[in-house]
């Protein structure tokens, strides 16, 4: 198969990355799963957006302050500063972001954000935003998106990338040569038992950047969501019981049905004090009371987690709900420059498998939709300003022996474990890190 620009993952990153380069490119999207299957469906909170001028200082404060200050301050300057045209190009596509009574666009708050900034739809604001990204390129006669195909290597050459090997939906294998490529393969959610992620997102372009030496960062930031519904049941995915929910004032207790934590704290220091009373108290969850908000507001705001909370017998107007952290976002991933360039020529990654460095150590809530979005139209415009320089070597796939990739579910064993013995070991650096500075503070 022949095309100008593969995009591996039809997520909100990769659909919008494909919006941006132009129409005369062919351009080529593939999916492990089928077209709704990615977490940009699921994303529930919102998408934050720098409302005034006034506001920069304050959000940029927020994202490195989650970020634990080792953000890049570049990075999230340019999220920040594009966020207004990146919502122009979504209403433009029809997306249907809450409004206030004038009919402006109106904005919720969640934890570690100091003020309200974040724009919502319902509780399912991923699936508004990237069913339109995903009907906009359904649109366009230049895009084929092709389901149920996994990528299952690159194929490159002295550090060039020229396309990559797939499996097709009939189990056959083929290879696409490509101009650009782009990784929007999402997080990492599958490699975990307990996650909020699609369980098929399994870091397999982390574990094919680890074998052509493409360089990684940070591969160790993993955040745990501090509040997804807890249920006996060995469930395929943790269902997320939204930041917004406690940005509106639900509350977190023990076991005695005391607050025992703020509940707007960073993610991973909420997540750390649910742990810790778990501990204390011998339990497997914690309780969140969502009666303090408002019954109608919680019913036209939070509809979703009303009714799943309804399915798994709990009536949040009248009990508390039992809820425990799970894995949820990946920080890390393949290094990136402000453009979304990887270490490897002609190739690129978005969304978040990509790291720019944007969310440091730590996501802020409502961050990553908005950063998936930015970075995914700056690659799209690196690319057009690249193609003049594209290198071709259309001999290099005579060389593809196909037979080396006719056991997938062996390759995809093999990446996972390959995955998280790196992720195991640079958490080990990190701690080792963490320890010598801590240390020498305390000699100053
Ligand atoms: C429950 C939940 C709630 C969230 N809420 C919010 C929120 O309120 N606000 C916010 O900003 N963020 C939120 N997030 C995070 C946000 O949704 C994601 O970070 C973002 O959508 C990632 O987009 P993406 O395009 O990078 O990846 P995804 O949307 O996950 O798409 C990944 C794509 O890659 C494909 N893929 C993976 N591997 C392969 C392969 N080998 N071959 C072919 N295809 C492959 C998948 O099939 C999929 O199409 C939430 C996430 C979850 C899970």
């Not at 593939?30 to 506001?55: H, N, P, V």
């Not at 993610?267 to 408002?294: N, S, Y």
């Not at 402000?338 to 990509?354: C, D, N, W």
Request: aromatic content about 8%.
């Amino acid at each position: 198969m022949k095309t100008d620009v593969l995009i591996i993952g039809s997520g909100c990153s990769g659909l919008y990355c494909a919006l941006q380069l132009p129409a005369d490119k062919k351009i080529t999207i593939i999916t492990k799963s089928d077209l709704e299957s990615s977490d940009s469906f699921l994303a529930q909170g919102g998408m934050c957006m720098l409302k005034e001028d006034a506001d920069y200082d304050s959000y940029f404060e927020d994202t490195l302050k989650a970020g634990h200050y080792e953000n890049d301050k570049k990075s999230v300057d340019i999220m920040i500063r594009s966020s207004k045209d990146v919502v122009k190009d979504l209403l433009n596509y029809g997306v249907d972001f809450q409004r206030d009574e004038n009919g402006e666009l109106a904005y919720t708050r969640e934890g570690a954000h100091s003020t309200k900034r974040i724009l919502f739809h319902e509780d399912i604001t991923g699936k508004e935003i990237t069913s339109h990204i995903l009907a906009q390129a359904k649109k366009c006669p230049n895009i084929t998106l092709i389901e149920h195909t996994t990528m299952l290597d690159i194929v490159c050459k002295e550090n060039v990338c020229y396309g990559a090997v797939i499996r097709k939906e009939d189990g056959t294998l083929d290879t696409v040569e490509a101009d650009f490529t782009v990784f929007a393969t999402g997080g990492v959610g599958g490699l975990y038992r307990h996650s909020t992620n699609f369980r098929h997102l399994t870091g397999d372009a982390l574990a094919i950047s680890m074998h052509h030496h493409i360089k990684l960062k940070d591969i160790d930031y993993v955040q745990i969501h501090p509040t997804t519904f807890y249920s006996e049941k060995p469930e395929d995915r943790s269902f997320l019981i939204s930041e917004s929910v406690r940005g509106e004032g639900a509350k977190l207790y023990d076991k005695n049905m005391k607050r025992f934590v703020n509940e707007l704290l960073p993610r991973d220091l909420l997540t750390e004090a649910i742990f810790a009373q778990m501990e204390k108290d011998g339990t497997d969850f914690v309780w969140e009371d969502l009666r303090p908000i408002p019954i109608d507001e919680l019913k036209s705001h939070f509809p979703n987690i009303v009714k799943h909370c309804e399915e798994m017998g709990y009536d949040v107007t009248k009990e508390c709900i039992p809820v425990v952290p799970a894995q949820h976002y990946f920080m890390g991933g393949i290094k990136v420059n402000h453009k979304s360039r990887t270490s490897m020529k002609q190739l690129y990654a978005v969304g978040e498998t990509a790291c720019n460095g944007v969310h440091g150590r730590n996501r802020l809530a409502s961050n990553s939709l908005l950063e998936s979005l930015v970075f995914a139209k700056r690659a799209a415009k690196d690319i057009i300003l690249n193609y003049p320089l594209v290198k071709k070597d259309p001999q290099i796939f005579e060389t593809i022996n196909l037979n080396d990739y006719t056991n997938p579910e062996l390759l995809a064993e093999s990446y996972k474990k390959q995955v998280l013995k790196k992720m195991k070991k640079q958490r080990e650096k990190t701690r080792l890190h963490d320890e010598a500075g801590k240390k020498h503070k305390k000699q100053k």
